[in-house]
């Protein structure tokens, strides 16, 4: 079984650059995950997305973050201008619907490490 | 916010010996999760613990769910060199949506 497939693995960009994340996530599951890791700190949920609707994105800096997931199956991450501060590992995560699955696990992709300079 | 909190943030063990890792949550929980992750790496799933369970067993693995507590904890037996590694808990709050939040981690490391 594929897992999650993140791209590109990593990007160094200026600051007040803009700069897209990519995430295929596991054929069939419908919820999808946007995570944050800055150095030394658990993941941070940026949006979660059950097929292509969004569920939460409460933690979301929308002034210059977005995700999409159009067909409710790939989903793209978006800054828009980058602060030095967004410097981190985003990282896509998967798992079957819990409104249908008693086992929530997430399965996660490598990450993007994001440099701003 | 976070809602799980790890306890010690950091551990050295010599290999072959135990590696003990806490959990506390603040609200309650469908399930709490560990996973472990590498440095520079992904996370992997570990072990999925439900409410309703008290003790899990996977391998070398062993968590316990104490609810009342609001507080887990992961066993590690016999250590090894490659479960060096940040080990985090996740949970999944009722009323929450099934959003997975994550604590700040423990980072083992298992001396030769």
């Known amino acids: 079984e594929a897992g999650v497939a993140q791209s590109p693995r990593y990007k160094i960009i200026e600051k007040r650059q803009s700069v897209a994340f990519w995430c295929n996530p596991i054929?069939?599951?419908?919820?999808l995950y946007w995570y944050q890791q800055i150095l030394g700190q658990g993941p941070k949920l940026l949006i979660q997305?059950?097929?292509?609707?969004?569920?939460?994105d409460s933690q979301l800096p929308k002034d210059r973050f977005s995700a999409e997931r159009l067909k409710g199956v790939d989903s793209t991450l978006k800054i828009q201008p980058a602060k030095l501060e967004d410097s981190a590992v985003y990282l896509c995560?998967?798992?079957?619907?819990?409104?249908?699955?008693?086992?929530?696990?997430?399965?996660f992709g490598q990450g993007t490490r994001l440099t701003v300079v | 916010s976070q809602q799980g909190e790890e306890d010690p943030q950091a551990l050295s063990i010599q290999e072959g010996e135990n590696a003990t890792m806490n959990c506390s949550y603040k609200?309650?929980?469908?399930?709490l999760q560990w996973y472990r992750q590498n440095s520079g790496r992904g996370l992997v799933h570990l072990i999925l613990?439900?409410?309703?369970?008290r003790e899990k067993h996977s391998g070398r693995l062993r968590v316990t769910l104490d609810t009342s507590k609001k507080s887990s904890s992961l066993l590690i037996t016999a250590s090894r060199a490659a479960d060096t590694a940040s080990y985090f808990c996740?949970?999944?709050?009722?009323?929450?949506?099934?959003?997975?939040?994550f604590g700040k981690g423990t980072r083992l490391h298992i001396l030769p």
């Open positions: 054929s069939g599951h419908a919820t």
């Open positions: 609200t309650s929980i469908n399930n």
């Open positions: 995560a998967s798992s079957l619907d819990p409104r249908h699955s008693l086992n929530t696990e997430a399965f």
């Open positions: 997305f059950q097929n292509n609707g969004v569920v939460d």
């Open positions: 613990i439900r409410s309703n369970e």
């Open positions: 996740a949970t999944d709050a009722v009323n929450r949506d099934d959003k997975i939040i």
